[in-house]
């Protein structure tokens, strides 16, 4: 049996019997299917992750003296390694290694522990799902070696980055209220949903289309966008959902997801074009495949009205392409008559 399914099948074990270490059991889990609980839980902690992004975006001398402390507080901080009493207390879920010889742990809880420096999970191989939440990281290039990774949450560090050399099985990456400035390091080739809601992205880039095949999530709130450069992937059409939350202030930024045929859901209320008049008409006038915008669904009258204006509009653009070429071939034939009688002009006088 491939790695694959062997990760897949402990995956489905590991959602049936959440906190309680198995042994030797045939069964092997299946994939973990955590992009729609993870869409809620974003959700549902929307208001405390809105604060963190608040300040990302202070301006004036006391939101720069207030990041200045900020940033000597970090630098204060006091040396808190991973040891392997934490590693002891934090292993749970015992299943099958990916060869089927042996057992291991595959489940490493790591939340809210102060950690400063994992480098002892380089070691530990064989681990599936892993929770570093709220600690005081700055690196988790040390998680390149767990190549076994279905999911990872690494939310609420000091992250300014979230590269990691590219993960085989990674299904799920969490790394929301970092203060990560780039999307680049993260083409794993079976991700599916990625969340990077309040960090300091200001442009889209290194999302290869080629690698990220599954990805269907990604969710980009509170962010500094300006632009939804780098989204537009044609090859990436298994994203539906996309959280852009910024500073996005024009709707013909929307123009560019139009490569995207699956796009079903997208989020825009925190953004400044939200606010325009016919917000949500003028969007699905662009996207015309949407389903839903910012939580709400298009009703069908909604969809009956943009059509109209979409025909209407689209007969108007017809209209002035025709007249436009009537006047150019009005404006080639005068100066064709102008050239003929200059032409004749000249030889008359010539005679």
Not at 141 to 168: F, G, I, Q, V
Not at 233 to 250: D, R, S
């Amino acid at each position: 049996m491939s790695d694959v399914e062997e990760a897949g099948e402990d995956t489905q074990q590991a959602i049936q019997e959440e906190d309680e270490p198995q042994t030797g059991d045939d069964q092997e889990p299946e994939p973990e299917a955590g992009a729609d609980d993870q869409e809620t839980q974003g959700d549902d902690h929307q208001g405390d992750e809105m604060n963190h992004g608040d300040g990302v975006d202070a301006e004036g001398e006391d939101g720069g003296e207030e990041k200045k402390i900020e940033i000597e507080e970090e630098e204060q901080l006091p040396e808190n390694p991973l040891t392997d009493e934490i590693v002891a207390e934090s292993l749970s879920l015992l299943c099958k290694t990916g060869d089927g010889i042996g057992h291991a742990f595959v489940r490493l809880d790591l939340h809210e522990r102060g950690l400063t420096q994992i480098n002892l999970l380089k070691s530990f191989v064989h681990l599936r799902y892993v929770d570093v939440t709220k600690n005081n990281l700055k690196d988790i290039s040390p998680l390149s070696a767990l190549t076994h990774m279905l999911t990872l949450k690494a939310d609420y560090n000091l992250l300014t980055s979230a590269r990691l050399e590219e993960m085989p099985f990674l299904q799920v990456a969490s790394f929301s209220n970092n203060k990560i400035k780039t999307t680049e390091g993260v083409n794993h080739p079976m991700l599916e949903h990625l969340t990077l809601n309040y960090n300091e992205i200001k442009t889209i880039t290194g999302l290869d289309p080629v690698k990220l095949t599954r990805l269907h999530t990604l969710e980009l709130r509170g962010n500094m966008l300006e632009s939804t450069d780098g989204v537009y992937l044609p090859n990436l059409k298994n994203l539906f959902m996309v959280n852009l939350a910024n500073e996005i202030t024009e709707i013909k930024e929307l123009v560019k997801l139009k490569g995207l045929p699956l796009l079903r859901a997208l989020v825009l209320s925190e953004n400044q074009i939200s606010e325009e008049d016919d917000y949500r008409l003028e969007v699905l006038i662009t996207l015309r495949k949407l389903e839903r915008l910012d939580k709400d669904e298009y009703t069908e009258e909604e969809r009956n009205e943009a059509e109209e204006i979409f025909e209407q509009r689209k007969a108007e653009e017809k209209n002035d392409e025709n007249k436009r070429k009537t006047t150019k071939t009005k404006r080639s034939y005068c100066m064709l008559l102008t050239e003929s009688y200059n032409e004749y002009f000249k030889n008359f006088l010539y005679l």
